[in-house]
Nanobody, 126 residues
């Protein structure tokens, strides 16, 4: 699976952005999807994940209530709607895909991901 993330940019604190990740090359519906992020000088961390079926989602505590992950299997895309952004959300955001035999499983660990996109930079100014 090839993944291409887009939608990053510069936004003021309190603003919103919507990231998109387009997948190609394999059957998108076979994959659980997730967004990870890496802030400057910090390790990459999980932000949000969605099951293969789309019926289950999971969020890091730091983004819960502000971010929403969704998927559109008809267009082979996964989205991350980010609201009420904070300077601490500044990071490169990566989408990732994991082959999953369980339709309802959300995968949250980077080691379990099989494919990664190149990332899109989100900068939140205070």
């Amino acid at each position: 699976v090839q993944l291409q993330a887009s939608g990053g940019g510069l936004v003021q604190a309190g603003g919103s952005l919507r990231l998109s990740c387009a997948a190609s090359g394999r059957t998108f519906s076979n994959y659980a999807m997730a967004w990870f992020r890496q802030a400057p000088g910090k390790a990459r961390e999980f932000a949000a994940g969605i099951s293969r079926s789309g019926g289950r989602t999971y969020y890091a505590d730091s983004v819960k209530g502000r971010f929403t992950i969704s998927r559109d299997d008809g267009h082979d895309k996964v989205y991350l709607q980010m609201n009420d952004l904070e300077p601490e959300d500044t990071a490169v955001y990566y989408c990732a895909a994991a082959r999953s035999g369980m339709a309802g499983l959300v995968i949250t660990t980077s080691d379990a991901m099989h494919y990664w996109g190149k990332g899109t930079l989100v900068t939140v100014s205070s």
